[in-house]
């Protein structure tokens, strides 16, 4: 896959989005917001607090994003101006009645950075990149409580779908087909 940034000005700054390595300390940041976050939601959800430190520390470490690295996937992080703003990572998952399928994994932006067009510009990356690894398709699963993430999706065509995977936190599974390049 090329290393080409998407520029989008949207105000006075704009917005980049680059591969990054998984192990980068701007990953590793952004990727310990992201599951603060998430990780916060469903604790007060379901258990009326936020997260222990001992559990948050456990999330971050049981997910490395070696799944993320090349050649079968990818780590792409948004910056506002210069300031590192969120992810969205993909990776290769094999095929599905022929197509070739990737999964789009921890797509976020920092509560700070939203309202201004990220999104969109990420989630739209993230499409190019799994075409870029040879997806036909692309799937995702997220959870209930995520409303956000989920009227996202269904505003960028995504449609709900069956179980596509089978982990813990998984409510709702998404799916859609990818034109191809130019298309």
């Known amino acids: 896959m090329t290393h080409t940034e998407i520029r989008t000005p949207r105000t006075a700054s704009s917005w980049t989005i680059t591969p990054e390595a998984v192990g980068s300390p701007v990953a590793a940041a952004l990727w310990r ?22 559990e948050l520390e456990r999330e971050v470490a049981a997910e490395t994003g070696d799944d993320l690295r090349p050649p079968n996937g990818v780590l792409l992080v948004a910056r ?7 992810t969205a990572g993909v990776r290769l998952m094999g095929d599905m009645k022929g197509t070739p399928i990737a999964e789009l994994k ?3 932006l920092r509560e700070d950075m939203r309202g201004k067009g990220g999104a969109a510009l990420l989630l739209a990356a993230a499409e190019d990149a799994a075409r870029a690894l040879g997806a036909g398709q692309i799937i995702l699963d997220t959870r209930l409580d995520l409303v ?3 009227a996202l999706y269904a505003r960028h065509g995504y449609e709900e779908s069956e179980p596509l995977t089978e982990r813990m936190y998984a409510e709702c599974w998404y799916a859609k087909k990818l034109a191809p390049a130019g298309g």
Do not use: M
Not at 80 to 86: I, K, N, Q, R, V
């Open 33 to 54: 917001a992201y599951y603060t976050e998430v990780s916060d939601r469903y604790y007060l959800l379901h258990e009326g607090r936020k997260t222990a430190p001992d």
């Open 80 to 86: 506002y101006g210069s300031e590192p703003a969120g």
């Open 106 to 108: 921890r797509v976020f």
């Open 148 to 150: 956000e993430a989920r």
